[in-house]
């Protein structure tokens, strides 16, 4: 069975840091390109970074630009997300999900095909 | 950016009801648009990507249809347990945009 589960989340002050990781399982895991989105409080769904599947190249969004690091080791079928720099806005459930393509490799859509529950991240004083 | 605009942002139907959610691209995204389902306190799940390709395993009366930078979502016969909210997510370019959410209540 294909599954994401996170980890890591919790209660921070502000300016901590704080790591999620994301273990995979019941697929290849380095075919994959990965992807972190947040959803804070009642609102709606915000993309944060993606990862290539060799973890060669990664995408931010600016709000963490600088702040948070995305990475991978696939040998342990494990995403992370490193946070630093912390701050109240960032406080939300944090899904990673796994992309899939389809299309041709000069014409690929990508889509989250397989999310993760979430872990909840609180950066409060 | 690529900004998405989805609307309507509620709407109230009944069991049997067809709807039909629009997502607006800023630019044109070709076909690069992706729907998900989020029930409350639950992850989302895809429904719909490359604009029309129905996910394995989601009911047939979901359906999704346009390009270039007009897009939409329809159930074809509400039933209970589509009530939620929906968004849409192009994924032409980074940074990937989500639209605002379209709450489905039930009336």
């Known amino acids: 069975e294909v599954q994401l589960l996170e980890s890591g989340g919790g209660v921070i002050q502000p300016g901590g840091s704080l790591r999620l990781s994301c273990a995979a399982s019941?697929?290849?895991?380095?075919?994959?390109?990965m992807t972190w989105v947040r959803q804070a409080p009642g609102k709606g769904l915000e993309w944060v970074s993606t990862?290539?599947?060799?973890?060669?190249?990664?995408y931010n969004a600016d709000s963490v630009k600088g702040r948070f690091t995305i990475s991978r080791d696939n040998s342990k079928n494990t995403l992370y997300l490193q946070l630093d720099s912390l701050r109240a806005d960032d406080t939300a459930v944090y899904y990673c999900?796994?992309?899939?393509?389809?299309?041709?490799?000069?014409?690929?859509?990508?889509?989250?095909?397989?999310w993760g529950d979430g872990t909840t991240v609180i950066v409060s004083s | 950016d690529i900004q998405i605009t989805q609307s309507p942002s509620s709407l109230t139907a009944s069991v049997g009801d067809r709807v039909s959610i629009t997502c607006r691209a800023s630019q044109s995204i070709s076909t690069f648009l992706n729907w998900y389902q989020q029930k409350p306190g639950k992850a989302p799940k895809l429904l719909i990507y490359?604009?029309?390709s129905l996910q394995t395993g989601v009911p047939s009366r979901f359906s999704g249809s346009g390009s270039g930078t007009v897009f939409t979502l329809t159930i074809s016969s509400l039933q209970r347990e589509d009530f939620a909210t929906y968004y849409c997510?192009?994924?032409?370019?980074?940074?990937?945009?989500f639209g605002q959410g379209t709450r489905l209540e039930i009336k």
């Open positions: 490359a604009a029309s």
């Open positions: 997510q192009q994924s032409s370019l980074t940074p990937i945009t």
């Open positions: 999900a796994r992309e899939k393509t389809v299309g041709t490799p000069e014409n690929y859509c990508y889509y989250m095909d397989v």
């Open positions: 990862i290539s599947g060799r973890g060669v190249s990664t």
């Open positions: 019941g697929f290849p895991f380095s075919s994959h390109a």
